[in-house]
């Protein structure tokens, strides 16, 4: 009888144990839409969220950038901040966003690296990632009805920065 009391003192210790660290992760990642009527700027909120707090190195992928998301990164440069833009080859972006891309890959501190293979955008820091479809355009993505993905778990984060580091050629891979 006192060996299954000592069992289960340890088990409910255990469980304790892994409802914690459930609790831990939960929140870590979270999945919202965004767009339409009632969440018109959710994405557009996160992302100017995500660019303001970086405090080392901005990752980003997107097939196309608008004037005010260049806006946004070049004050993010300002501060310091480095960028690494992963984007589509110049030619396959409309002409509108041409002279945006010029400029970015004119502006000091910030990295443009083509990758034809571009189709998504993803945004992230070592703390945080935001997913979803569409461009770094803001109109666009106040417009579009998307499943946006805000990931927060470290370890999910380091797999993000893996699949980040595959679409870059192989001399920038770490």
Known sequence: MLQLRIENKK?????????????????????????????????????INLINSTNDQLNIITP????????????????????????NDRSDIPK????????????????VINNPNVKFLLVFNTDQAVYAGGSLDKEELS???????KIQEKTKLRMI??????????????
Not at 70 to 81: F, S
Not at 143 to 149: A, G, Q
Request: avoid cysteine; charge should be positive.
């Open 11 to 47: 088990l409910r210790a255990q469980i304790t144990d892994l409802e914690k660290k459930i609790m831990t992760l939960v929140g870590m990642v979270d999945i919202e839409s965004s767009g339409g009527a009632e969440k018109k700027n959710v994405l557009n909120d996160l992302l």
């Open 64 to 87: 196309r950038i608008d004037s005010f998301y260049a806006k946004e990164l070049k004050r993010a440069v300002e501060r310091g901040i480095p960028v690494l833009l992963i984007t």
């Open 96 to 111: 509108s966003y041409m002279p945006i891309y010029d400029d970015l890959k004119l502006t000091q501190g910030i990295s």
């Open 143 to 149: 417009k579009s009805i998307l499943i946006v993905t």
């Open 161 to 174: 920065a893996e699949i980040f580091s595959l679409m870059l050629p192989t001399f920038m891979r770490k």
